[in-house]
């Protein structure tokens, strides 16, 4: 049904009327009409006014409001990658700021090798640290090598992460030779990771992380070694070895995507 607006209802009411003037042998002298042209005059008032009513205008509604710019997908995935190693990072803060404000430094959460106690430290012990040196320094290096594997992918981080943390917890709690505790263990999964997965795919993004890894962070190679009496080398071995197993199990063979 067509939208009719009242002045063309009126002009076809007057089209209609004039027509019925012509045709009936309506005469200027007598204003009388026949009882014929009332019943069709009336007929034709009915059914304008039943169009009238039922094609009424859709509301029309003018907004100033600009529509809201499209998220950029690519924006927000930088974004959370960006975001998500701080997040991370900022348990283990929590725990030392709580520690040394309220506990003295008192209250750490250390793996001990081979004993029932020493169970929670399995999953608790990269989160506790000695002090905030310990703390900056693992730092640094878990948010550098979170951010480089992130650039890949975020699938690949979260393996290797869990693989660093649980498994490492589980190999230290099996084979360490004496208690520890902190992150540094998680941060050579990371560094192993990184150093092994380039070669194994051989692919231009890989390939570049693994040697900017290789020429600024090779020095991360001598913490693998008994060189300082106070820092747990063998927690950083295990950690390394666990990372270039992770690479191993996440890997894309050249030719295959991922």
């Not at 040394?100 to 090798?113: M, S």
């Not at 399995?122 to 878990?142: M, Q, V």
């Amino acid at each position: 049904m067509p939208n009719l607006s009242p002045l063309s209802v009126l002009g076809r009411w007057d089209w209609a009327v004039r027509k019925r003037k012509r045709y009936s042998g309506y005469s200027p002298k007598s204003s009388q009409a026949t009882p014929l042209d009332d019943a069709d005059l009336q007929a034709k008032l009915k059914k304008l006014e039943a169009e009238l009513n039922t094609a009424a205008p859709p509301a029309t509604r003018h907004s100033t409001d600009k529509p809201a710019p499209a998220p950029q997908p690519w924006l927000q995935r930088l974004k959370g990658n960006a975001l998500l190693p701080v997040y991370l990072v900022a348990i283990p803060w929590a725990q030392e700021i709580i520690d040394q404000v309220v506990f003295g430094g008192r209250w750490n959460l250390p793996l001990h090798p081979r004993s029932v106690e020493g169970i929670p430290g399995i999953f608790l012990s990269a989160i506790s640290h000695s002090g905030f040196a310990h703390l900056i320094g693992n730092t640094i290096g878990f948010l550098i090598f979170s951010w480089l594997i992130l650039a890949k992918s975020r699938r690949d981080y979260w393996i290797t992460l869990l693989v660093g943390w649980i498994g490492g917890g589980v190999v230290a709690w099996l084979l360490g030779p004496s208690s520890v505790h902190g992150l540094s263990g998680v941060v050579y999964t990371l560094f192993g990771y990184l150093l092994c997965i380039g070669w194994l795919e051989r692919r231009v993004v890989p390939l570049l992380i693994s040697m900017f890894v290789l020429i600024n962070y090779s020095y991360f190679i001598f913490g693998m070694f008994p060189t300082q009496p106070m820092v747990a080398w063998w927690g950083h071995l295990f950690g390394f070895v666990l990372g270039i197993v992770a690479a191993y199990g996440v890997y894309q063979e050249p030719g295959r995507k991922g």
